[in-house]
């Protein structure tokens, strides 16, 4: 501990004695005097752990302060899930916020995961993602589906808030905030945006806009080669633009974009700008009709028009440190700097894993690996500062997972406790109401069974279901547009089960996959997904209104509009 300020009063003066009364210890202020006297001692004064968590404990019984958390994780994915995992076997019960719109990371945007160990089949990114959250659930880690709004790193207890407005302090933090896609900045890239240009081929491409056209992915990495493999399944010509002379996508990529007939690769080319029809105008198809590019033949750039309907971006990404960067030192490019080989910052008590620090390898598994030395630098830090307070989950906790010891008790110790379960229920794909939710808890399990012709129920599947409520019932319906592959839809899942449980019976929710109706997908204008459109049908005699949002929003969001639907209703 490094000395920053002396005492005004001698350290003398600061005891601690036994109560007559009790086996606690003298409720005086000598408990809070003590314990910031501790903290400003030299650091090479030796002090025992029983006498530090005496002076805290007592100190925050005295001022009412709940008593700060062990390590709160900012961001998910691989590093923050893994970190979350190793703390909380450790007993440290860390807090995670794990985003509102971005929970699982850039995986969660992905396809086949071929790479990651353990998986000689490969997985995909979200089913991984999501496998890693219910497992940092099932060691108790406290799961916080928020983004972060501001740190102060200042002074200590740390503080972290979400934009829910709750505030957690803590002794220790572990930053995995990622990264964000990068942008071309093209002179019409706002005026296309997710109207024929997206840097999402995972959530966007299925869409009936894109589906029979021909397209474009600017990059030259894996995820270029990956995306443009993948559009392959909707569309039957692909242009790779890749702006070096030669790809830098794993070889095996490399291989495959270049034996497939309907990928052409255009080396040394930078894209210019995009032109098409106007969006503002409903449309069937992307609006999107040409890239301008400039590809470099010998020492000449010529300019050419490259006839497609989609531009699909996988240029990289910059790191997610604008709310640590006054605090910590990052480097040219934005990267928080840590010390070689280890996880630590260049503050005390704050570490930092996957790609926000790493601006060389950028993998799942390094980023998984990271977040494994961060957990354990967090332990070791608090368990010398005298700081760390283990938190034992429930007996019926640990009771469910020794029972779990294979296949037939994992059901049991994927339903987290009530607390959690608002936070961590994503039901799967197949929609059997299973999973980690599994209760009416959130309304997920309703929405995971959504019928399709009895129109009494809230929840709704298919386009028959659509029209029939379009045709029979007054009341808003909120229609969520998503396909299979669409890991930013697992995550909106939950947070439409949330809002719509507040709502039940007063609207109804229809689900509707892109791929089984590509024709209501088209008359919607729906672009990508996961999309989300309410229909207010409060005067039919003026037609039908309907608000459009597209990708995750935040719960309140969709609450305002669903109240502003109701208000012509009640």
């Given at each position: 501990?490094?000395?920053?300020?002396?005492?005004?009063?001698?350290?003398?003066?600061?005891?601690?004695?036994?109560?007559?009364?009790?086996?606690?210890?003298?409720?005086?202020?000598?408990?809070?005097g003590?314990?910031?006297?501790?903290?400003?001692?030299p650091q090479?004064?030796?002090?025992?752990?029983?006498?530090w968590?005496?002076?805290?404990?007592?100190?925050?019984?005295?001022?009412g302060?709940?008593?700060?958390?062990?390590?709160?994780?900012?961001?998910?994915?691989?590093a923050g899930?893994?970190?979350?995992?190793?703390?909380?076997?450790?007993?440290?019960?860390?807090?995670i916020?794990?985003?509102?719109?971005?929970?699982?990371?850039q995986?969660?945007?992905?396809?086949?995961?071929?790479?990651?160990?353990?998986?000689?089949d490969?997985?995909?990114?979200?089913?991984?993602?999501?496998?890693?959250?219910k497992?940092a659930?099932?060691?108790?880690?406290?799961?916080e589906?928020?983004?972060?709004?501001?740190?102060?790193?200042?002074?200590?207890?740390?503080?972290?808030?979400?934009?829910n407005g709750?505030?957690?302090?803590?002794?220790?933090?572990?930053?995995?905030?990622?990264?964000?896609?990068?942008r071309?900045?093209?002179?019409?890239?706002?005026?296309?945006?997710?109207?024929?240009?997206?840097?999402?081929?995972?959530?966007?491409?299925?869409?009936?806009?894109?589906?029979?056209?021909?397209?474009?992915?600017?990059?030259?990495?894996?995820?270029?080669?990956?995306?443009?493999?993948?559009?392959?399944?909707?569309?039957?010509?692909?242009?790779?633009?890749?702006?070096?002379?030669?790809?830098?996508?794993?070889?095996?990529?490399q291989?495959?974009?270049?034996?497939?007939?309907?990928?052409?690769?255009?080396?040394n080319?930078?894209?210019?700008?995009?032109?098409?029809?106007?969006?503002?105008?409903?449309?069937?198809?992307?609006?999107?009709?040409?890239?301008?590019?400039?590809?470099?033949?010998?020492?000449?750039?010529?300019?050419?028009?490259?006839?497609?309907?989609?531009?699909?971006?996988?240029?990289?990404?910059?790191?997610?440190?604008?709310?640590?960067?006054?605090?910590?030192?990052?480097?040219?490019?934005?990267?928080?700097?840590?010390?070689?080989?280890?996880?630590?910052?260049?503050?005390s008590?704050?570490?930092?894993?996957?790609?926000?620090?790493?601006p060389?390898?950028?993998?799942?598994?390094t980023?998984?690996?990271?977040?494994?030395?961060?957990?354990?630098?967090?332990?070791?830090?608090?368990?010398?500062?005298?700081?760390?307070?283990?938190?034992?989950?429930?007996?019926?906790?640990?009771?469910?997972?020794?029972?779990?010891?294979?296949?037939g008790?994992?059901?049991?110790?994927?339903?987290?406790?009530?607390?959690?379960?608002?936070?961590?229920?994503?039901?799967s794909?197949?929609?059997s109401?299973?999973?980690s939710?599994?209760?009416?808890?959130?309304?997920?399990?309703?929405?995971?069974?959504?019928?399709?012709?009895d129109?009494?129920?809230?929840?709704?599947?298919?386009?028959?279901?659509?029209?029939?409520?379009?045709?029979?019932?007054?009341?808003?319906?909120?229609?969520?547009?998503?396909s299979?592959?669409?890991?930013p839809?697992?995550?909106?899942?939950?947070?439409?089960g949330?809002?719509l449980?507040?709502?039940?019976?007063?609207?109804?929710?229809?689900?509707?996959?892109?791929?089984?109706?590509?024709?209501?997908?088209?008359?919607?204008?729906?672009?990508?997904?996961p999309?989300?459109?309410?229909?207010?049908?409060?005067?039919?005699?003026?037609?039908?209104?309907?608000v459009?949002?597209?990708?995750?929003?935040?719960?309140?969001?969709?609450?305002?509009?669903?109240?502003?639907?109701?208000?012509?209703?009640?």
């Amino acid at each position: 501990m490094s000395p920053t300020s002396t005492p005004s009063t001698p350290l003398s003066t600061y005891y601690l004695s036994p109560s007559p009364s009790s086996s606690k210890f003298c409720p005086s202020s000598c408990g809070i005097g003590l314990f910031h006297a501790l903290r400003h001692l030299p650091q090479s004064t030796r002090i025992s752990f029983p006498l530090w968590a005496a002076a805290a404990e007592l100190a925050g019984d005295l001022t009412g302060d709940k008593a700060a958390e062990n390590v709160v994780i900012v961001g998910s994915g691989p590093a923050g899930y893994t970190a979350a995992i190793y703390c909380a076997r450790a007993n440290l019960k860390p807090v995670i916020f794990e985003g509102a719109s971005s929970t699982g990371g850039q995986l969660m945007a992905t396809t086949d995961v071929e790479n990651f160990p353990g998986f000689p089949d490969g997985i995909l990114g979200p089913d991984l993602m999501m496998n890693m959250r219910k497992q940092a659930a099932r060691w108790g880690a406290e799961l916080e589906s928020d983004d972060v709004v501001s740190v102060d790193l200042s002074s200590r207890p740390f503080s972290v808030t979400g934009a829910n407005g709750r505030c957690v302090t803590a002794h220790s933090v572990i930053i995995a905030t990622g990264a964000v896609a990068k942008r071309l900045r093209l002179p019409n890239e706002e005026r296309y945006w997710s109207k024929g240009i997206t840097a999402c081929a995972i959530c966007d491409g299925a869409a009936p806009m894109f589906s029979g056209e021909p397209l474009a992915v600017v990059g030259g990495g894996d995820s270029a080669a990956e995306e443009a493999v993948y559009l392959t399944k909707y569309s039957p010509e692909i242009h790779l633009l890749v702006r070096g002379g030669s790809m830098r996508a794993s070889r095996a990529l490399q291989d495959r974009v270049l034996a497939n007939r309907k990928i052409s690769v255009h080396y040394n080319t930078r894209v210019v700008d995009v032109s098409g029809d106007d969006p503002e105008v409903p449309f069937l198809k992307s609006p999107v009709t040409a890239v301008q590019v400039a590809t470099t033949e010998g020492k000449t750039e010529v300019m050419k028009n490259l006839a497609v309907r989609g531009l699909f971006y996988a240029i990289g990404h910059d790191p997610n440190t604008a709310l640590f960067a006054q605090f910590l030192d990052v480097d040219e490019k934005g990267y928080v700097r840590v010390a070689p080989g280890t996880p630590t910052t260049s503050l005390s008590g704050v570490f930092a894993a996957g790609d926000v620090q790493d601006p060389h390898w950028r993998q799942a598994v390094t980023a998984a690996g990271s977040g494994c030395m961060a957990a354990l630098a967090a332990e070791r830090y608090l368990s010398g500062e005298g700081l760390l307070r283990e938190v034992h989950q429930p007996k019926d906790d640990v009771e469910r997972k020794k029972g779990a010891g294979g296949r037939g008790g994992e059901k049991a110790v994927q339903e987290p406790r009530e607390k959690q379960t608002e936070a961590t229920a994503i039901p799967s794909d197949s929609n059997s109401g299973s999973g980690s939710g599994g209760g009416s808890g959130t309304g997920m399990r309703s929405l995971a069974a959504a019928t399709e012709d009895d129109a009494t129920d809230t929840y709704h599947k298919g386009e028959a279901a659509l029209q029939s409520l379009l045709a029979s019932s007054g009341k808003p319906i909120l229609i969520m547009f998503m396909s299979k592959t669409c890991g930013p839809c697992r995550i909106l899942k939950p947070i439409l089960g949330r809002v719509l449980k507040e709502y039940e019976g007063r609207v109804h929710f229809v689900e509707i996959d892109i791929e089984e109706h590509p024709d209501l997908t088209l008359q919607s204008s729906v672009a990508g997904t996961p999309t989300v459109q309410l229909v207010n049908l409060k005067n039919r005699a003026e037609g039908e209104e309907v608000v459009t949002l597209r990708g995750v929003k935040k719960g309140s969001e969709y609450k305002a509009q669903i109240e502003e639907a109701l208000g012509g209703h009640e």
